[in-house]
């Protein structure tokens, strides 16, 4: 065989991005005691619109803000229903996903690409030098640095912060937290447009890197591989980098071996990422759930 | 000198007025109760006070100044603190972080820290800032809701009805504590319907029934008869006992043990009591000590070895809910709102629920919902479950309506052996004595009772035999008559690690 | 300020009230969407709502109407049981997928032997049991390793979308399809065929087991025993389990059933309207169907009339996109829309606005 070890796990990198990005997002949500099941929605509708904002204005970066805003945008809706309107999260995750599905499609069809859009790599001085290492880890594009740091930012801010310690109540036990005097729903609407932020830069990356074109339903299940991620790290940031990379290890070398030209028909390889999934939701016990997760919350007394 | 002055506070809900027209003054220093049964609207007083809860009418005066907090955050910074009946706390996390969520502004972890240790040997009140909250007692908890209010340094700190989770012992110390607290200038709200303590405790009592003061005094100046009075608006016949010999062993426990059901959970150690026919056994204890758990097991909602339990003579420890009650062993468990009851379900089908097994509603797999409804038509004549019909969401009937219709719904299915857990918890008085009757009147008519709760005054009162349950443990039961509080209260552990520290503060 | 203050028990005009208040918001909603896409609004809505029932080519649209609606409220009335009890089945289009392989599969292996009596119904199981046992993998995991049953039933649909790929340009091409992908066309096999019983009525095999499955759901949920430990599972799980009732084999049960259904609506759809497995079969009925079991409130003489609704929507929409050349991506976003306002009015039935001053916050 004739897969280039360094390249593959450059690309690994690449590949896990947008899964990164949207379970961090995710993460913060479900440790705010709310559980969105549209990241796949939010994370297509980023997609086109980001893609739109990157080619119609040239500059990648602003494709990228563009579709932060897009997917918080989509996520206010759930923050509106789940938080205020009291509808059941599940169905309301669904139709989140079901919605953007729909709504992508149609703005999608004006989108025009221009060829020359292109994500500068950044190679980081001094470290990507660093022999095999350096072009692993230290030659991306600036989104994969950012999708460690947020990792690491968020990890920061549950753990070393006052805000990220009310985060953590209101999830928790929410009645506690509203006796207590904070506002859960504030809470909650600040963390679901986090989540859609992050879900909506996702969509972008494949867009605008990965792929890098529009195509309807081109997110093809990310979003919720995202979602098995949350569950696979136990809710704690870190782990979401291992379970990440782990699922952009299996696509990333599922499509090198069917450029290999394996034995295997390419359509059975292609369903490599979602049985991966299964069998790791399987193998894992995942750790305890924020004890407020799902459940409805309404301010009375 | 007065703190804090309420002036006609007027709250509504729909249906029902919780505060009409309430006024009276808390001084400094002074320990204040306020009394009441369940449902006489206590709680929406407090949370208004705290600023859970905005008033329709009336205002109130903090030290002169109005005063009128939006939210907690602003009664905590008007030097408001409140200890929740429910604690408001989180499971998850450490002591420290749940103290700082209680605070304003709270310092570095590590000045924290050494605040937490110091108040807590100011006050005799051990606990550790880095232990997880979950895997404390009951008593252990309050602590640390107490240490959070008392870091703020409050000028009111309001008590919701504190010692229901502790022993007797426990109740002395905490009381040392808020003598203490007063005695600096701290002034208490005290919440309660227990009549002894409040007498023991406070100078002034303010009485309310059906959301309106009918008394303010002292309490040391009443009787028990009078206060209670007060707050009822009747005279209440205490249960009436027709005494039965004892019958027969019906249930045998024998060496139940199992593990906890969940991370917070109490695990069951070798517990063993026999009940008989014609006899009602308490269980009591301070909450979290296994009486979830025992209830599971014995109910069957958890399963053990089927030696464990055996009911005349038969094995049911490995039986599911259904088999052991048609061998006739019915249970009500201690939280009505969606365990004894679903709550959105209709009284009909919530009758359903359980009885469809001894009454037979159910045949060839279709539900007989015509019997059914007889049925629950019969338990609510029986036992004068207020609703407006038997088709009445669960959800819409008061605490102690539905507790009747829970109770009732068991005891028409004519059990050999009932179990019961918090039989009249947040129950009002009229309906926790109609209760407590018809479980005496089960007893009576040969079937075996067995109450655990954690109410140790209706323990004494309804029970021929007492059990202490304990960190998972059962006591030797032993016979009710002749027990005193204290005696009550070393069976059930006595002050949990507190003695010592007290004895040195 | 406007506040919600919780009812003491659901209120029954809204219950019934909620759904055509969405449908008329949704509208209103669409109107908006559709002026926004540059097409006469009032236009729109006639050509999508009006015509096809009434319009002067209503006697072309009405049986597409039918044959629309027959899978979506089949899959429906069968996600209605896991919905109820609080058991997330997320795949329905996979179980359908794989039920249109499994009864696909049996009609090919048979072909070209002429025995309407013996085949048939042998598709009819081979796609219930397909559908059936595709579920069984979501329900088994959650009951034997605690797996959520939303991530693995939706994985699966993702893997079942590839397969039917597969298998269109494997084992089931059509051998006689110059190299083409896509299996035999069904429709042009006799024994096999799922075609109008009555002509150009729309009725076919589906249609009528999707009726009975309405039935069947109704006397299930209001007279059976199963059906309100579904119920009581669902609202208060600690009361279920108090009562007595196995969660496990609640899981699969509701798994179970619909996955058949599923898995049944995909065999008739692939061995009537759709004729052929291809790669292009799956179309996202399964998804649909989540929408219009909410839409008939997991109720299953309400999943009857949304899946008809539903259906018109897509027949009005494909007319609107021929006639007034609105994108098929429109009627997807409008869908989702309806849901969105149903879930949003739905607060109604259990609470209600009041004005004045609120609780702190």
Redesign the interface.
């Known amino acids: 065989m004739d897969i280039n070890p360094i390249l593959l796990l450059a690309a690994l990198m690449v590949a896990s991005t947008p899964i990164l990005l949207a379970a961090i997002g995710e993460l913060v949500v479900e440790r705010a005691g709310v559980l969105n099941?549209g990241v796949e929605g939010m994370m297509i509708v980023g997609a086109v619109c980001g893609y739109i904002a990157g080619h119609s204005s040239g500059d990648p970066y602003l494709g990228f803000l563009g579709a932060v805003f897009a997917g918080a945008a989509v996520s206010l809706?759930f923050a509106v229903?789940t938080q205020?309107?009291?509808?059941?999260q599940?169905?309301?995750g669904?139709?989140l996903t079901?919605?953007?599905?729909?709504?992508s499609?149609?703005i999608?069809?004006r989108a025009e690409g221009t060829p020359d859009l292109t994500v500068a790599k950044l190679a980081l001085p001094i470290l990507s030098d660093i022999p095999v290492l350096g072009a692993i880890l230290f030659r991306h594009d600036l989104v994969v640095y950012l999708s460690i740091l947020l990792v690491a930012g968020v990890w920061a801010f549950l753990t070393y912060t006052?805000a990220g310690?009310?985060l953590?109540?209101v999830g928790?036990?929410h009645?506690?937290?509203?006796?207590?005097?904070?506002?859960v729903?504030l809470v909650r609407v600040l963390a679901i447009l986090f989540g859609g932020g992050c879900a909506g830069l996702a969509g972008a990356y494949i867009s605008l890197v990965r792929v890098p074109q529009w195509i309807?339903g081109i997110t093809?299940?990310a979003g919720?591989i995202a979602?098995?991620i949350v569950?696979f790290a136990s809710w704690k940031p870190w782990r979401l980098i291992a379970g990440a990379y782990l699922f952009g290890g299996v696509t990333v070398l599922q499509l090198n071996l069917q450029a290999e030209g394996l034995k295997i028909?390419v359509?059975?390889l292609?369903?490599a990422p979602?049985?991966a999934?299964?069998i790791v939701?399987?193998m894992i016990r995942a750790g305890?759930a924020?004890?407020s997760l799902g459940k409805p919350f309404?301010?009375?007394? | 000198m007065t703190l804090l002055e309420l002036q006609g506070l007027t709250k509504a809900y729909p249906g029902v007025i919780a505060n009409s027209d309430v006024s009276f003054d808390i001084h400094k220093g002074q320990i204040h109760a306020v009394l009441g049964e369940n449902g006489a609207g206590k709680s929406t007083l407090v949370k208004a006070i705290y600023g859970l809860v905005r008033p329709d009418q009336g205002k109130m005066l903090l030290e002169g100044v109005p005063f009128a907090p939006s939210d907690p955050r602003a009664a905590r910074a008007a030097g408001v603190a409140m200890v929740f009946q429910h604690f408001s706390l989180f499971d998850a996390m450490s002591v420290a972080e749940n103290i700082a969520l209680g605070m304003e502004n709270p310092p570095k972890p590590h000045a924290l820290e050494a605040q937490i240790r110091k108040a807590s040997e100011d006050y005799g009140l051990p606990l550790s800032p880095d232990r997880i909250v979950g895997d404390l007692s009951a008593g252990e908890r309050q602590r640390v809701e107490i240490i959070r209010c008392l870091l703020q340094n409050p000028k009111l700190l309001i008590m919701d009805e504190p010692t229901s989770v502790l022993t007797p012992q426990e109740v002395d110390i905490l009381f040392g504590t808020l003598r203490l607290l007063a005695a600096n200038g701290t002034s208490i709200l005290y919440i309660s319907h227990k009549l002894e303590e409040i007498r023991n405790l406070c100078q002034h009592a303010t009485v309310l029934r059906q959301g309106k003061v009918v008394g303010t005094f002292d309490p040391r100046e009443m009787s028990n008869r009078e206060m209670a009075e007060m707050m009822v608006g009747k005279d209440l016949n205490a249960p009436n006992r027709v005494p039965s010999p004892r019958g027969a062993p019906l249930l045998r426990v024998a060496g139940l043990s199992a593990p906890a059901p969940h991370q917070f959970g109490t695990a069951l150690k070798h517990i063993s009591f026999t009940l008989h026919a014609g006899e009602v056994l308490g269980i009591g204890g301070v909450a979290g000590n296994g009486q979830d758990e025992l209830v599971a097991a014995l109910s069957g909602e958890m399963r053990t070895d089927a030696d464990m339990i055996a009911l005349e003579g038969r094995g049911i420890g490995a039986d599911g809910p259904n088999t052991r009650r048609a061998l006739g062993l019915c249970a009500a468990p201690e939280e009505r709102n969606g365990h004894a009851a679903a709550p959105d379900m209709s009284l009909v089908e919530n009758a359903f629920m359980t009885a469809h097994t001894r009454l037979s509603l159910v045949e060839r797999g279709f539900v007989d919902w015509p019997a059914s409804r007889a049925f629950a038509q019969a338990v609510i004549a029986r036992f004068d479950v207020r609703t407006p019909s038997p088709e009445t969401a669960a959800r819409a009937l008061s605490g102690g309506n539905l507790q009747k219709f829970v109770i009732g719904r068991e005891i028409s299915q004519n059990p050999r052996v009932l179990i019961v857990n918090q039989p009249t918890w947040g129950v009002d008085a009229s309906a926790a004595a109609a209760i407590r009757q018809a479980l005496l009147d089960l007893a009576s008519a040969g079937s075996a009772v067995l109450v655990i709760s954690q109410d140790l005054e209706e323990v004494l009162e309804i029970t021929d035999r007492f059990a202490a349950l304990n960190e998972g443990k059962l006591s030797e039961a032993v016979p009710t008559a002749g027990l005193t509080m204290e005696k009550i209260g070393l069976m059930l552990g006595g002050a949990h690690d507190l003695e010592v520290a007290h004895a040195q503060a | 300020m406007l506040r919600l203050e919780k009812r003491p028990q659901p209120s029954r005009g809204w219950t019934y009230g909620a759904p055509v208040l969405a449908v008329f918001l949704t509208i209103v909603l669409g109107m908006g969407l559709f002026a926004l896409l540059g097409k006469d609004p009032l236009v729109a809505i006639r050509t999508i709502f009006w015509d096809p029932i009434f319009g002067p080519f209503a006697h072309f649209y009405r049986p597409e109407i039918i044959k629309k609606a027959a899978p979506l409220v089949l899959i429906a009335v069968g996600l209605s049981f896991g919905f109820r009890a609080g058991i997330w089945n997320i795949g329905a289009e996979g179980q359908y997928i794989i039920g249109a392989i499994c009864g696909a599969a049996v009609a090919l292996a048979f072909y070209p032997m002429d025995a309407r009596w013996l085949i048939f119904p042998l598709m009819i199981a081979a796609g219930v049991l397909g559908g059936f046992l595709w579920a069984m993998i979501p329900a088994l995991l959650r009951v034997r390793f605690n797996t959520n049953e939303i991530l693995v039933s939706l994985m699966l649909v993702y893997v079942a979308d590839v397969l039917i790929k597969a298998f269109s340009i494997g084992v089931l091409r059509n051998p006689e399809g110059f190299g083409m992908p896509g299996s035999r066309n069904l429709r042009q096999y006799p024994s096999a065929a799922n075609l109008d019983l009555i002509p150009n009525s729309g009725l076919h095999w589906g249609s009528l087991v999707a009726l009975f499955a309405v039935i069947f759901a109704y006397i299930l949920f209001t007279r059976h025993h199963f059906g309100f430990q579904v119920r009581l599972a669902g609202q208060s799980p600690r009361a279920a389990r108090f009562a007595g009732i196995n969660a496990n084999r609640l899981v699969i049960l509701c798994l179970g059933i619909s996955g058949a259904l599923a898995g049944v609506a995909g065999m008739f759809q692939v061995a009537g309207p759709s004729g052929q497995i291809l790669g292009s079969f799956p179309s996202f009925y399964g998804f649909t169907a989540i929408i219009v079991a909410f839409l008939g409130r997991l109720h299953p003489v309400g999943i009857l009339c949304a899946g008809l609704i539903m259906a018109l929507t897509y027949i009005g929409g494909q007319a609107a996109e021929a006639q007034l050349n609105l994108p098929a991506a429109a009627i997807l976003t409008f869908q989702g829309m309806l849901l969105f306002c149903l879930l949003a009015v739905d607060v109604l039935t259990n609470y209600r606005f009041r004005l004045g001053q609120g609780e702190a916050r």
Do not use: Q
């Open positions: 099941l809706v229903l205020f309107l009291m509808t059941n599940v169905a309301t669904l139709g079901l919605f953007g599905l729909g709504l499609a149609l999608g069809m006052r310690l009310i953590r109540a928790e036990n009645e506690a937290a509203h006796a207590l005097g904070y506002n729903r309807d093809a299940g919720w979602l098995a569950v028909p359509e059975y292609s369903m979602y049985l999934t299964i939701l399987v305890r924020p004890a309404h301010p009375s007394s």
